[in-house]
């Protein structure tokens, strides 16, 4: 039987599983947000994702880099999660040279380094989607490393 949507806080409802099958906790109304955004001038260069969970967000983001080759998907995730995410998404991430999936803290030293580098090296603006689940501490740790024009 399939699962029934239910109601955020937000006033959208949860996807349950996005359109790929993979279980995902984003809502409609956040792929909504996100995909007007990145319809936007200048086009979005990089879409940085702080928690990736199993690959919902991250499925539909690497997906969209074969009908956009200009755009690259940084996923960050915590050490020790790699088994939760999708191992056919994985997979795909690993045949996509703009593309990666780093296991590490959020908020360490390597991973400021490996974003900074993704975003200086980017052209177009950086999208970052704090998801991780400290979205405050989040937003003080990535905002600095953002260009004018780039989002958070």
Excluded at 4 to 13: A, E, H, I, V, Y
Excluded at 65 to 83: C, H, N, S, V, W
Aim: glycine share 10%; aromatic share 8%.
């Amino acid at each position: 039987m399939a699962k029934k949507l239910k109601p955020t806080p937000k006033g959208g409802f949860t996807l349950v599983v996005n359109p790929l099958g993979i279980v995902t906790q984003t809502t409609w109304l956040d792929v909504a947000n996100i995909c007007g955004l990145m319809a936007r001038e200048p086009k979005i260069g990089l879409f940085v994702e702080v928690g990736v969970l199993m690959g919902g967000m991250a499925s539909m983001m690497v997906s969209r880099i074969a009908y956009d080759p200009t755009l690259a998907y940084l996923g960050i995730e915590r050490p020790g999660k790699k088994d939760r995410v999708d191992s056919n998404l994985q997979a795909q991430v690993l045949g996509v040279s703009h593309a990666e999936i780093v296991f590490d803290d959020c908020f360490s030293a390597p991973v400021e380094m490996v974003v900074r580098g993704w975003i200086d090296t980017t052209e177009g603006p950086a999208l970052v989607f704090c998801d991780g689940g400290n979205k405050p501490a989040e937003i003080a740790h990535f905002a600095p490393m953002l260009r004018p024009a780039d989002y958070i």
